[in-house]
């Protein structure tokens, strides 16, 4: 009974602050009268409607506290992702394969599974760094922003092909990526965060003031298309183009198709190396360094080493997305790299269980389809999205996939069985 | 009886002002329990995180001899390296397991460096070629080995963090052992221990050390380093006061007098004597 009059008393008091905080601001209302002078109006109304809310809205969040059910809504379900998850991903797989042969599907949906499989595949490479080996990283857009721009300045400077090019992207950004790790390794946490942060910015900030070079905030326009086998998609059709090649109608279609099985074929090689190489001494060492630096250099692991290969890893797939980025685009300027890039791939990382490749992939799906699927909403969208986020959170505080299965199981010995002879 | 594996000469750790350890020089001998006791703050924890490469001495010298004659400094190497080419493992005072992983990766992530040789940079590893999957398989059967002598097969699969206290003790040493040392040293594996667990651990540690293994060990539990060791330094105030067999430590005025306080001259024997008896 007394908990329930705590409640009450709980709700009132943040109903009266709530009196005080909109008072002014809803209460009263200045306006212009005929002569020129402010007058000044009440709104009782609208005051006390904000206040009941306010009342209400903190009465509910108290019950749920008090009475929330001991499995929340939503475990159920989750385990049974996680449960299946066997299933589910090569369900997924093959969905994601068949998407743009299933007839009656429009390109704006093969668009959508582009950029969210773009998205996937920044999440599976920046999982190496912060789900694998626990190194926050704030700043995972400039990778993206220099494999970008190493395509589009060797593409248009010396005339490669995305092919060519594509190597060379993720090298370059491996080096930055070791770069960035040398001076960041003694470095944790906050303070790791931090750097990277700062690293982000002033990638960014070379890309918007070395105008000479990088064309500066006008970007880099006219960026070639990816090619299949010196096949161009291009709408004119004609010899030497795909449509032409094959005697078929040129379609805008084909080349979206084209570039949705790019980016799954990059986001598959993400996710299988970084499958591969958990089941491998580095990404165990990985992991461990994850949990406790000292007992790694206690064992003889070479701490400074394995944070920078991961730090590479992460960043040769950033600047594999960013070269796919920019050849999608055609165009590339500073303002598709910035902070606001790094923060979503993380919160996709994080929303989808750190070190989870399928929590990655639904949390993607999440992050990136909720927001364009919500398009017709306008206003409302970013504020339902926002909602949805905390939502997840409360419900799913460590993500959508946050159980470790481990990469090795010891198998009981089989012992040979005793045959008596008869 | 004089194969030498450790050699601490003069070691000197100063922290700003304080000397933590002041010109300590002791021996460790092969196959040998040697036992580091004294009062607390008498820089026990200095001198062995010195031995372990975590500091840097300022002055003296840490050699360790792998076979007979040989020398190598360990206060020379990088941090890393003490396990790699030192051949020193560690445990800690407050266990540091990998607790998310499994007791079987725990072992694992031990024997990185052999594993790590065999994948070929990681390349062969990936593409599934090479000598990996005997690497592994060989590193499997060396973890089976530690998880029986530890009694952990049981285990096995199970999160590190979710074994009890006494378990990730032992696992710890496990892990440490993983390593392939030929020095293994103990930061107070018996705090926290009850009675029985206890016991299994020095069975365990007399097991390690006939195996050919050489032990350092801290201890505050008398039972334990008068029951195992077979030979105890002593130190107070960053100071060697004493060095010998438990029977000698056990009946030296000056022990006695670190332990319960200078101002007991007049009747030195009578309590502290109790306490260092005090194990059968």
Same mark, same amino acid.
């Given at each position: 009974m007394s908990a329930r009059i705590a409640i009450l008393k709980?709700?009132?008091?943040?109903?009266?602050?709530?009196?005080?905080?909109?008072?002014?601001?809803?209460?009263?209302?200045?306006?212009?009268?005929?002569?020129?002078?402010?007058?000044?109006?009440?709104?009782?109304?609208?005051?006390?409607?904000?206040?009941?809310?306010?009342?209400?809205?903190?009465?509910?969040?108290?019950?749920?506290?008090?009475?929330?059910?001991?499995?929340?809504?939503?475990?159920?379900?989750?385990?049974?992702?996680?449960?299946?998850?066997?299933?589910?991903?090569?369900?997924?797989?093959?969905?994601?394969?068949?998407?743009?042969?299933?007839?009656?599907?429009?390109?704006?949906?093969?668009?959508?599974?582009?950029?969210?499989?773009?998205?996937?595949?920044?999440?599976?490479?920046?999982?190496?760094?912060?789900?694998?080996?626990?190194?926050?990283?704030l700043g995972y857009v400039a990778f993206y922003a220099v494999g970008a721009y190493s395509y589009a300045l060797l593409s248009t400077t010396f005339n490669m092909s995305f092919w060519e090019c594509l190597p060379i992207s993720g090298l370059l950004a491996a080096c930055w990526g070791i770069?960035?790790?040398?001076?960041?390794l003694r470095l944790r946490g906050d303070y790791l965060a931090i750097v990277t942060l700062a690293f982000g910015e002033i990638i960014r900030l070379v890309i918007t003031n070395w105008v000479a070079l990088t064309g500066g905030p006008n970007g880099i326009d006219e960026i070639p298309h990816p090619t299949l086998f010196g096949l161009s998609f291009s709408m004119a059709g004609g010899p030497g183009t795909f449509a032409g090649f094959f005697n078929i109608l040129p379609a805008p279609g084909?080349?979206?198709?084209?570039?949705?099985?790019?980016?799954?074929?990059?986001?598959?090689?993400?996710?299988?190396?970084?499958?591969?190489?958990?089941?491998?001494?580095?990404?165990?060492?990985?992991?461990?360094?994850?949990?406790?630096?000292?007992?790694?250099?206690?064992?003889?692991?070479?701490?400074?080493?394995?944070?920078?290969?991961?730090?590479?890893?992460?960043?040769?797939?950033?600047?594999?997305?960013?070269?796919?980025?920019?050849?999608?685009?055609?165009?590339?300027?500073?303002?598709?790299?910035?902070?606001?890039?790094?923060?979503?791939?993380l919160a996709i990382v994080v929303l989808g269980g750190a070190g989870s490749q399928l929590g990655i992939v639904l949390a993607a799906c999440v992050m990136i389809g909720v927001p364009e699927l919500l398009q017709s909403l306008q206003i409302y969208r970013m504020l339902i999205f926002g909602i949805a986020l905390v939502l997840i959170m409360i419900v799913r505080p460590r993500g959508f996939i946050s159980k470790r299965r481990p990469t090795v199981l010891l198998r009981p010995v089989l012992r040979p069985v005793q045959v008596t002879e008869p | 009886m004089?194969?030498?594996?450790?050699?601490?000469?003069?070691?000197?750790?100063?922290?700003?002002?304080?000397?933590?350890?002041?010109?300590?020089?002791?021996?460790?001998?092969?196959?040998?329990?040697?036992?580091?006791?004294?009062?607390?703050?008498?820089?026990?924890?200095?001198?062995?995180?010195?031995?372990?490469?975590?500091?840097?001495?300022?002055?003296?010298?840490?050699?360790? /001899?792998?076979? $007979?004659?040989?020398? !190598?400094?360990?206060?020379?190497?990088?941090?890393?390296? =003490? @396990?790699?080419?030192?051949?020193?493992a560690r445990t800690f005072q407050n266990v540091r397991l990998f607790a998310g992983m499994s007791v079987l990766e725990n072992l694992l992530v031990a024997q990185h460096n052999r594993l790590q040789a065999s994948t070929g940079f990681g390349v062969l590893g990936i593409l599934g070629l090479g000598k990996y999957r005997a690497a592994e398989r060989a590193a499997i059967e060396l973890c089976r080995h530690w998880l029986?002598?530890?009694?952990?097969?049981?285990? /096995?699969?199970? $999160?590190?963090?979710? !074994?009890?206290?006494?378990?990730?003790?032992?696992?710890? =040493? @496990?892990?440490?052992?993983?390593?392939?040392?030929?020095?293994?040293?103990?930061?107070?594996?018996?705090?926290g221990l009850n009675p029985?667990?206890?016991?299994?651990?020095?069975?365990?540690?007399?097991?390690?050390?006939?195996?050919?293994?050489?032990?350092?060990?801290?201890?505050?539990?008398?039972?334990?380093?008068?029951?195992?060791?077979?030979?105890?330094?002593?130190?107070?105030?960053?100071?060697?006061?004493?060095?010998?067999?438990?029977?000698?430590?056990?009946?030296?005025p000056g022990v006695i007098a670190a332990y319960l306080g200078e101002g007991d001259e007049d009747d030195p024997d009578a309590p502290i004597a109790e306490t260092l008896e005090e194990v059968p």
């Open positions: 709980d709700a009132a008091a943040v109903a009266f602050m709530a009196f005080l905080i909109f008072g002014p601001f809803l209460g009263l209302q200045l306006g212009d009268s005929n002569a020129g002078n402010l007058t000044l109006s009440t709104r009782p109304e609208l005051l006390a409607l904000a206040v009941v809310a306010v009342f209400f809205a903190r009465l509910g969040m108290l019950i749920w506290q008090e009475y929330r059910p001991a499995r929340l809504p939503g475990t159920e379900l989750a385990l049974k992702v996680q449960e299946s998850g066997r299933f589910i991903a090569p369900a997924l797989l093959v969905f994601a394969v068949a998407l743009p042969l299933i007839p009656g599907v429009q390109n704006v949906y093969i668009d959508l599974g582009v950029l969210i499989m773009t998205y996937v595949m920044l999440g599976w490479g920046l999982n190496i760094v912060v789900g694998l080996a626990g190194l926050l990283d770069f960035l790790g040398f001076p960041v084909q080349r979206i198709t084209y570039l949705y099985y790019i980016i799954l074929f990059l986001a598959l090689l993400t996710n299988w190396v970084t499958l591969r190489l958990r089941k491998q001494p580095l990404g165990r060492a990985w992991e461990a360094l994850r949990e406790d630096e000292i007992a790694c250099r206690s064992l003889g692991i070479n701490v400074r080493n394995t944070k920078l290969t991961a730090f590479a890893i992460g960043a040769m797939f950033g600047g594999f997305a960013g070269c796919f980025f920019a050849t999608r685009e055609g165009f590339i300027s500073p303002d598709s790299f910035t902070f606001i890039e790094s923060a979503t791939v | 004089n194969d030498v594996i450790l050699t601490v000469t003069d070691l000197t750790m100063r922290f700003g002002g304080l000397t933590a350890v002041n010109r300590l020089s002791f021996e460790a001998r092969r196959g040998e329990i040697t036992a580091l006791i004294g009062p607390n703050g008498a820089g026990k924890t200095t001198a062995f995180n010195c031995i372990t490469g975590f500091y840097k001495p300022n002055k003296g010298s840490i050699s360790i /001899a792998h076979t $007979p004659g040989a020398a !190598l400094r360990l206060d020379k190497l990088p941090g890393h390296a =003490i @396990a790699k080419k030192g051949r020193v029986e002598q530890t009694n952990l097969t049981d285990r /096995a699969n199970d $999160p590190a963090g979710s !074994l009890p206290y006494g378990a990730q003790r032992r696992l710890e =040493i @496990a892990r440490a052992m993983c390593t392939n040392p030929v020095l293994l040293c103990l930061d107070e594996p018996a705090a029985r667990e206890s016991a299994a651990l020095n069975a365990l540690l007399l097991k390690i050390r006939d195996d050919g293994c050489s032990l350092l060990l801290i201890e505050h539990d008398m039972g334990v380093v008068m029951k195992i060791s077979d030979h105890i330094v002593v130190l107070d105030h960053g100071k060697k006061i004493a060095d010998g067999t438990p029977l000698e430590i056990r009946s030296d």
